[in-house]
């Protein structure tokens, strides 16, 4: 009505402290949700090979970080290393790999102590893919 004040609308009402993050455009689905253990870093593997790292802001709104592209099958798990600078992934394509946020490089054949911290992302990823 005129002459009535306009009250502000409310901040979205989000209880549970949900997160919003923006898919890309070749997203068909997660297969894993891995929070970092020493910050807000996001991580995700995807049906479409990828694994994505998203920087998760005070408001809950997760900023793009990094992607990594090397599998050549879907990446069914991930595994954040003990500091947080790492991503352990594991897919279809048989393969373990350990990837480096700071250099975006990632590399395959992990020695033995590396694969221990896979073994169970890597034994859950071969009961899903086809041989």
Same mark, same amino acid.
């Given at each position: 009505?005129?002459?009535?004040?306009?009250?502000?609308?409310? #901040?979205?009402?989000?209880?549970?402290?949900?997160?919003?993050?923006?898919?890309?455009?070749?997203?068909?689905?997660?297969?894993?949700?891995?929070?970092?253990?020493? @910050?807000?870093?996001?991580? #995700?593997?995807?049906?479409?090979? @990828?694994?994505?790292?998203?920087?998760?802001?005070?408001?809950?709104?997760?900023?793009?970080? /990094?992607?990594?592209?090397?599998?050549?099958?879907?990446?069914?798990?991930? @595994?954040?290393?003990?500091?947080?600078?790492?991503?352990?992934? /594991?897919?279809?394509?048989?393969? /373990?790999?350990?990837?480096?946020?700071?250099?975006?490089? @990632?590399?395959?054949?992990?020695?033995?102590?590396?694969?221990?911290?896979?073994?169970?992302?890597?034994? #859950?990823?071969?009961?899903?893919?086809?041989?």
């Amino acid at each position: 009505m005129f002459g009535v004040p306009v009250k502000p609308a409310p #901040a979205p009402y989000n209880p549970n402290q949900d997160i919003e993050v923006q898919v890309p455009p070749d997203c068909d689905g997660f297969s894993s949700l891995r929070f970092s253990p020493t @910050s807000e870093l996001l991580c #995700a593997s995807n049906w479409n090979n @990828s694994v994505y790292v998203w920087d998760v802001q005070p408001s809950g709104q997760a900023v793009p970080k /990094a992607q990594n592209k090397d599998h050549q099958q879907p990446v069914l798990c991930t @595994s954040w290393n003990q500091d947080g600078t790492q991503v352990y992934t /594991a897919g279809c394509d048989k393969t /373990a790999r350990l990837w480096n946020l700071a250099t975006n490089q @990632s590399q395959q054949g992990l020695d033995q102590r590396k694969l221990l911290t896979v073994s169970y992302c890597a034994c #859950a990823c071969s009961r899903q893919c086809k041989d």
